[in-house]
Each structure stands twice: as structure tokens, then as C-alpha cells.
């Protein structure tokens, strides 16, 4: 079992930054592949971005502005999103499987609550 715990979001200013943590529970963080995907108001949630382990995936809208990261040692994931906009606005979840493929496509075995980031124009 992993619990996940997000945090991080808050309101910002169109061209400002943020960095989303997600802290995870257990003692096998290291094994599980983890993402981000987000859900705006009125919208299906979608993938963000994720880490495989040759390096992070990221959806084109987000592309060259944002940037997976982990450190295993303190089970957490983290989302560096820069340059940000006003359609980054939704509420963002960590995930986290043991199969990235499943992962990848919004089939993640754990979720986080989410946490809300609105970004003003």
C-alpha cells in the first residue's frame, strides 16, 4: 500500500513558477514509477508528466517548462513547472504503479488527493 500526499499548489501570476511535492508512503518508493496528471473544471484529467527510467515524459503542452523529478531518499516526487499559464490552471494529482505503462496512461494503482494551482492572467 502507498499513500500520497500533495502538496505545493497555490495561485500564481501568469510567467511565475511553483513546485508540486508528492510525498510518498512506504518502504519501496524507489520500485514504483510516478507521475502527475491534472483535471481543470469541466474537463477529463490528463497527463502531466512521468518518470520511466529513461528519463521524464512530459505531455507536449508542458513541454520545456516543467521537469519530473525524485529523490528516492525522501520518497518524494516533485513537478517544477515554470513559464506558467493560465490554461496550468487545474488541480494536479501524484500517481504512482509499479507498471509505468499503466501509469502512463491514467491507470496508476495509487492517487494522491490533489492540490489545486490557479494561475492569473
Known amino acids: 500500500q502507498v499513500q500520497l500526499v500533495e502538496s505545493g499548489g497555490g495561485l500564481v501570476q501568469a510567467g511565475g513558477s511553483l513546485r508540486l511535492s508528492c510525498a510518498a508512503s512506504?518502504?519501496?518508493?524507489?520500485?514504483?514509477?510516478m507521475g502527475w496528471f491534472r483535471q481543470a473544471p469541466g474537463k477529463e484529467r490528463e497527463f502531466v508528466s512521468a518518470l520511466s527510467w529513461s528519463g521524464g515524459r512530459y505531455a507536449d503542452s508542458v513541454k520545456g517548462r516543467f521537469t519530473i523529478s525524485r529523490d528516492n531518499a525522501k520518497n518524494t516526487v516533485y513537478l517544477q513547472m515554470n513559464s506558467l499559464k493560465p490554461e496550468d490552471t487545474a488541480v494536479y494529482y501524484c500517481?504512482?504503479?509499479?507498471?509505468?505503462?499503466?501509469?502512463?496512461?491514467?491507470?496508476?494503482?495509487?492517487w494522491g488527493q490533489g492540490t489545486q494551482v490557479t494561475v492569473s492572467s
Open positions: 512506504g518502504r519501496t518508493f524507489s520500485s514504483y514509477a
Open positions: 500517481a504512482a504503479d509499479l507498471d509505468y505503462s499503466d501509469l502512463r496512461v491514467g491507470r496508476g494503482d495509487y
